[in-house]
């Protein structure tokens, strides 16, 4: 069984697994496909906001993360990895649970990557947001590093779902899987330019919201969400 994705202007036939009795999952994965890396990372830089630093865990969003910085001109970007290395000094880690491998995952930094992150803005890049697990696991890394988060991006996210909750610095949706998920949103943040990244939720509390090719924008602002 497969289900066609539409992502980027490309179709991909993508195989479904079952990770439970009830629960079937479609795998999207970039390794091996260039033309879909490099769309997704045309696409993301479209919308992607100022940064000095930008980060992804090991190991799906590699390619994603490497074609994102070729094609913005940047030599440099950071990862979690998921395991300690010889090499890595000062190592730091978060644990995290995920959909797709059984048992708790852990994601390592070094101090290293930590320094240049400190006072920074930083944009966490995956390939498939799903329960948000990972991606909080990042939030706690790059926060215990010192560094700015201006955004969160993935090429694909949670689908549909509804706002429960809109204040000035969250937005809160509950999806139709069953999951809520809390969106934190930048306020008031000194970019390097001395001007100000703050982001102002542009969605109300009942509203639907969309994932797929045309997903909701939650907020607007610099580091769009």
């Not at 300690?84 to 190592?91: E, I, L, R």
């Not at 930590?114 to 930083?122: D, E, F």
């Not at 991006?153 to 909750?165: C, F, N, P, Q, S």
């Not at 330019?193 to 939650?218: A, F, K, S, Y």
């Amino acid at each position: 069984m497969t289900y066609e994705l539409k992502v980027a202007g490309l179709t991909r036939q993508l195989k479904l697994s079952s990770i439970s009795d009830d629960l079937m999952i479609a795998g999207f994965v970039v390794f091996g496909d260039v033309e879909l890396t490099v769309a997704c990372a045309r696409e993301l830089l479209k919308v992607m906001p100022e940064y000095d630093y930008i980060i992804a865990p090991e190991a799906k969003a590699i390619p994603l993360i490497h074609e994102v910085a070729r094609q913005n001109g940047r030599n440099e970007y950071l990862l979690a990895r998921k395991a300690a290395k010889a090499y890595m000094d000062g190592v730091f880690s978060v644990k995290y649970e995920s959909i797709t491998t059984k048992g708790t995952q852990e994601l390592f930094m070094d101090a290293g990557d930590a320094r240049k992150m400190q006072g920074k803005r930083v944009v966490i890049l995956d390939d498939v947001i799903s329960t948000g697990e990972s991606l909080a696991a990042m939030e706690k890394l790059v926060e215990e590093a010192g560094g700015n988060i201006v955004g969160r991006m993935a090429v694909l996210a949670e689908g549909d779902g509804i706002v429960t909750k809109v204040d000035a610095t969250n937005v809160s949706v509950k999806y139709d899987a069953g999951e809520t998920k809390d969106y934190k949103l930048t306020k008031f943040l000194r970019s390097n330019h001395t001007t100000c990244i703050n982001q102002h939720p542009i969605v109300d509390v009942g509203e639907r919201v969309h994932g797929g090719d045309d997903p909701t924008v939650l907020a607007d602002g610099p580091a769009t969400q």
